[in-house]
């Protein structure tokens, strides 16, 4: 009698890259509607254009690559990639910012370096750097939240000005446009005022910025659905926010007039969708238990630094690139003993 | 002109061309090549001093011996480069201050000492001489060809600062492709020089690829049809 012998592993979980990118995009629903709530239709345009351009780049870079097209555009990666850089930039910003942004995410940092899976840096991530150092200005003009804003605007009035740059009728582009909490955080504190008083804005709900520390929250809840549904790894998120808040408690209890508040990091730009959706990318994040917490850890620490002493005002993108180049050599200190061996990379039983 | 002429300009222009294949001289060839205009003088610069230690090198190589070839080397390259920093603080004097370290640098480019010890040390004067152009035109052509995309990206320019090089009659060569200051920043930053030298490799590698493939296709198509003939 045979019986059927098979390699390892031996235990599958049953899940495929689609399955995973599918529950990761139903993640980010609650978090991108928050979005949409506070910051109006720019943000929905900011991701059509980017998963439009970023559909068609790999569609194109597949066919040239002459891998299959259809096969591979199912795996939903790309969505994804596009879905988290069309989040992390201003809404109502010109059409063209997030085409470039896509195109370099998915031809650059994905495929020229062999496509889903080989790529070591987060392609969303890479996009987004790319954007933030090439063009400053437009990618530090956002608008303010609607719980503050005077005037919305509507669907077509926003994708006329996403397309054209025109606005409505007499509306100027100040009267939408406010500083990101951390910008006006950076600027106000370089001008020597104390936290106390920057707080004094009614820019501050309890936490981060008002709307802001919502979608915070919103990214927040979604994160941990993906934790529980192990999706991503609990380690990166925890390593990340922990280190955020550790550090910049710390700080905030030495010099409180100069440091902000650990909430006000967590709830603020890029940390909670950057820990729970970015930094765990399983491609580019280290891939050993240990190595996850120092993965996660890295990147807290690093964003931290980049926000309080570095020229912009946030830094996860930067954080997790610096740590995606870590990222193989944290799995190689951090190898787990296999059974049966003394030491980790010891081929002798 | 005879075939070993011919082989030479083949290899500095393309096939074992300084910078697209041998991966020499990278620092200059990187952290220069923001405007064409800078290649260029770059580029001019580093041809010169090639020529002039190959011509050296080739003609002292019998009484070099092996042992002390490389002071030797260095010494001819340093007085070279030294020569060419004069004259280019004596006439050129703004792009000498936009090139600044890197024209006293072009005396660690790999790619002269290599020329020296490769080819000018074991091979006569004229010969060595069609080297150092060939290898030092190959190098420029890459300098400038990669200072205009990076420019062209970066500042929507062509020809910027032409005046540097050309004397003040050349300012208004500059070509604006497009308008605006909308250019790609990252271009003109160092990354973009690492991305711009990856393409162009890899560009050359796609027509070397596609030459190869021709000229291997009527061998190959042979046996195919060999048996409906």
Do not use: M
């Given at each position: 009698m045979r019986f059927p012998t098979a390699s390892s592993p031996f235990v599958h979980g049953g899940g495929a890259v689609d399955r995973v990118m599918l529950q990761v995009l139903l993640a980010l629903v609650p978090g991108t509607l928050a979005m949409f709530w506070y910051f109006g239709w720019g943000v929905?345009?900011?991701?059509?254009?980017?998963?439009?351009?970023?559909?068609?780049?790999?569609?194109?870079?597949?066919?040239?690559?002459?891998?299959?097209?259809?096969?591979?555009?199912?795996?939903?990666?790309?969505?994804?990639?596009?879905?988290?850089?069309g989040l992390a930039l201003p809404p109502l910003t010109p059409w063209w910012l997030p085409a470039a942004g896509s195109l370099f995410a998915v031809v650059v940092a994905k495929h020229l370096f062999g496509g889903l899976g080989y790529n070591p840096f987060n392609p969303a991530m890479a996009g987004y750097v790319l954007l933030i150092i090439s063009f400053p200005t437009e990618m530090t003009h956002w608008i303010a939240p609607s719980v503050l804003a005077e005037v919305r605007l509507g669907p077509l009035e926003s994708l006329r000005h996403v397309f054209t740059g025109v606005l409505p009728e007499g509306l100027a582009w100040d009267a939408l446009a406010s500083a990101t909490p951390l910008d006006t955080m950076r600027t106000q504190l370089l001008m020597n005022r104390t936290i106390e008083e920057i707080r004094t804005s009614p820019l501050w709900g309890d936490f981060g910025g008002r709307g802001w520390e919502w979608i915070g929250n919103?990214?927040?809840?979604?994160?941990?659905?993906?934790v529980w549904r192990r999706v991503a790894d609990w380690r990166i998120p925890a390593g990340f926010l922990g280190a955020l808040v550790a550090i910049s408690t710390v700080f905030y209890l030495a010099d409180p007039d100069t440091h902000p508040f650990p909430a006000f990091h967590v709830f603020s730009g890029g940390a909670l969708l950057g820990a729970f959706?970015?930094?765990?990318?399983?491609?580019?994040?280290?891939?050993?238990?240990?190595?996850?917490?120092?993965?996660?850890?890295?990147?807290?620490?690093?964003t931290f630094v980049i926000r309080?002493?570095?020229g912009y005002p946030d830094g996860v993108a930067f954080a997790v690139l610096l740590m995606n180049m870590a990222a193989p050599t944290i799995d190689y200190f951090t190898r787990p003993r296999t059974y049966g061996h003394r030491s980790p990379g010891d081929l002798e039983p | 002109m005879n075939a070993e002429y011919r082989h030479?300009?083949?290899?500095?222009?393309?096939n074992n061309n300084v910078g697209l294949v041998q991966l020499l001289g990278l620092c200059p060839l990187l952290a220069v090549t923001n405007t064409a205009v800078n290649g260029l003088g770059l580029g001019l610069a580093t041809l010169f001093v090639l020529v002039a230690s190959n011509v050296t090198v080739s003609a002292v190589r019998r009484w070099v011996t092996p042992e002390i070839r490389i002071p030797v080397f260095v010494l001819v390259i340093a007085s070279a480069v030294t020569a060419i920093e004069l004259l280019m603080a004596a006439w050129l004097y703004d792009l000498y201050r936009v090139l600044g370290i890197f024209v006293p640098l072009i005396v660690t480019n790999c790619a002269i000492i290599g020329r020296a010890e490769s080819y000018a040390s074991r091979n006569p004067v004229p010969q060595a001489a069609v080297d150092g152009l060939a290898m030092g035109a190959g190098f420029t052509a890459l300098l400038v060809?990669?200072?205009?995309?990076?420019?062209?990206?970066?500042?929507?320019?062509?020809l910027r600062e032409a005046q540097f090089l050309f004397g003040t009659g050349a300012a208004h060569w500059?070509?604006?492709?497009?308008?605006?200051?909308?250019?790609?920043l990252l271009a003109i930053l160092p990354p973009g020089a690492f991305f711009g030298l990856g393409l162009l490799i890899a560009i050359k590698n796609?027509?070397?690829?596609?030459?190869?493939?021709?000229?291997?296709?009527?061998?190959?198509?042979?046996?195919?049809?060999a048996p409906t003939a």
């Open positions: 929905l345009y900011n991701i059509l254009i980017c998963t439009g351009v970023a559909v068609a780049a790999e569609a194109a870079i597949l066919r040239l690559r002459r891998r299959p097209v259809r096969a591979t555009l199912a795996d939903l990666s790309v969505v994804v990639t596009a879905w988290l850089l919103w990214y927040l809840l979604g994160g941990l659905w993906l959706f970015i930094a765990t990318d399983p491609v580019t994040a280290a891939s050993t238990p240990r190595g996850r917490w120092i993965y996660g850890a890295g990147i807290g620490l690093l309080a002493w570095g | 030479l300009i083949s290899e500095g222009l393309w060809v990669l200072g205009a995309l990076r420019e062209l990206a970066g500042h929507g320019t062509l500059k070509i604006t492709v497009w308008p605006g200051d909308h250019g790609l796609v027509i070397d690829a596609r030459r190869a493939g021709r000229a291997a296709q009527p061998v190959a198509a042979q046996p195919a049809t």
